[in-house]
């Protein structure tokens, strides 16, 4: 749940020795703190897990930047000799800014813009995943444009219910993403692909949701696409060079939760993929992954300090005490889009008061604000408390809003002891920045 280097002297929350009040009066809350070397750590652990069970067939790890990007943490990324994926123009963008390598970025997006695929094109990005036969088109056209010869991977979909929350699930049949391995639209991309000499056709791509736990799923996925694989060979008489599994690793945000680590991925993934590239007597192909949640998620918590409580008699006579806090589902709307649970605690004491049935409820006109529904906290919580809630660093700040022209916070990167801002607070001047005044 807590990133590596959180310490708690006190009763209080440190980072990397800095503590819980220190941050708050240093960079305001709400914020995200991240703990850097916590990310550097994974980026490096998927990498090196990677590696460690493929060896020479070692793909590329392509960190999800949709769980969060920043020129930042596009930097450590390139320090740590991964690479990037991104979905948008926008993602694009900070990658590049963040001196990342084309030749280390995959393209993803089920509806890339003209100019979304121009610019991959001309910067040279190594991959862009196909996801419809329009856009197999666009980017033969884009790439004759340019007088490239450009890497495309297919997404497919497997036909896979993997078990995790509705919205989050993208390899089922009645799904926006990929073609259909079943429904033959897979192979017909194929021969689209195929008969557009621009396009190098790399191999194939799936990525099955996300938090996802249990490595079952991840093999089907990896048998089915060999399958594919093992079909291009029969036909056409030889392999295609490339397998990337995705991403979708599932991560801790209560206390009893469990971890996908990669030590349990990475050889569940090495066992399917060898066991369906010796029944169809194919080479093993390089395989790539690509996590966004396992890397970041649990290196950041969010500081928020309690405004308000409210102690509300419910219909069966319990108590249950409202804690309003200073953000809420503009910093994180994951709770009310997925029914996410989250953990928290009195980031800047100890305390011994016995423990009140509470809601952690944001500051927005919503009754959904809701940041934490059910959670037992101290009874002597109070206006002024600072509460840390851990493993926001996945699609928290990525997916914040502006709802009620709420200032997005900022993102703090801690490290060695020291701290500093990766992402500035925005302010009541960037909110007004786009207002057309007559
Ligand atoms: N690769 C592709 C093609 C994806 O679409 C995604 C996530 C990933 C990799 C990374 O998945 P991860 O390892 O982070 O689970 N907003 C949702 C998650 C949406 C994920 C979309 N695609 C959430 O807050 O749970």
Redesign the pocket.
């Given at each position: 749940m807590w990133s590596r280097n959180i310490s708690i002297t006190n009763g209080e929350l440190h980072l990397s020795g800095i503590s819980a009040t220190k941050l708050a009066k240093d960079f305001g809350t709400p914020a995200f703190f991240i703990d850097e070397a916590d990310f550097r750590e994974r980026a490096i652990g998927w990498n090196n897990a990677l590696r460690d069970e493929f060896g020479s067939h070692a793909g590329t790890v392509?960190y999800?930047a949709?769980?969060f990007i920043s020129v930042a943490v596009a930097q450590w990324i390139k320090d740590c000799g991964i690479g990037i994926?991104v979905?948008t123009g926008g993602e694009l963008a900070v990658a590049l800014a963040g001196g990342i390598d084309p030749a280390k970025i995959e393209v993803?997006g089920n509806n890339k813009s003209l100019t979304e695929i121009d610019k991959a094109v001309s910067v040279g990005v190594k991959t862009i995943?196909m996801d419809s036969l329009h856009e197999i088109d666009r980017v033969a056209a884009m790439a004759r444009k340019h007088n490239k010869v450009q890497g495309v991977m297919l997404?497919l979909t497997p036909g896979i219910q993997a078990h995790t929350?509705e919205?989050?699930s993208?390899a089922h049949e009645d799904v926006k993403?990929g073609f259909s391995i079943a429904s033959g639209a897979a192979w017909a991309a194929v021969e689209a692909v195929l008969a557009h000499p621009e396009l190098e056709l790399r191999g194939f791509?799936s990525?099955i949701?996300?938090?996802?736990f249990g490595t079952e799923s991840f093999q089907l996925a990896a048998d089915r696409l060999i399958s594919l694989l093992a079909k291009y060979r029969d036909v056409y008489g030889k392999e295609l060079p490339e397998l990337d599994l995705?991403?979708?690793?599932g991560i801790a945000y209560l206390p009893d939760d469990e971890t996908l680590e990669p030590g349990e991925v990475m050889p569940a993934l090495r066992s399917a993929v060898t066991a369906a590239c010796e029944k169809h007597k194919l080479n093993i192909p390089m395989i790539s992954i690509?996590?966004?949640?396992?890397i970041v998620?649990p290196t950041t918590f969010t500081l928020y300090e309690v405004g308000t409580t409210k102690d509300v008699v419910l219909e069966d006579g319990a108590t249950r005490r409202y804690i309003s806090v200073d953000g809420g589902m503009s910093d994180n709307i994951?709770p009310s889009?997925?029914d996410?649970q989250y953990h928290a605690v009195i980031a800047q004491r100890a305390s011994t008061a016995k423990s009140i049935s509470s809601r952690v409820v944001g500051k927005h006109c919503e009754t959904g604000d809701i940041v934490i529904r059910d959670i037992s906290l101290p009874a002597d919580i109070a206006p002024g408390d600072l509460i840390a809630i851990p493993a926001t660093g996945?699609?928290g700040r990525s997916?914040a809003s502006n709802y009620n022209h709420v200032p997005r916070p900022p993102v703090i990167a801690v490290n060695n002891g020291k701290a500093r801002v990766i992402v500035r607070r925005e302010n009541e001047a960037d909110l007004l920045a786009l207002d057309v005044k007559e």
């Open positions: 392509y999800a949709k769980a994926d979905c993803h995943v997404r929350h919205s989050i993208t993403f791509h990525h949701g996300s938090q996802i995705g991403g979708g690793y690509e996590p966004g949640r396992a998620g994951r889009l997925y996410a996945a699609y997916m």
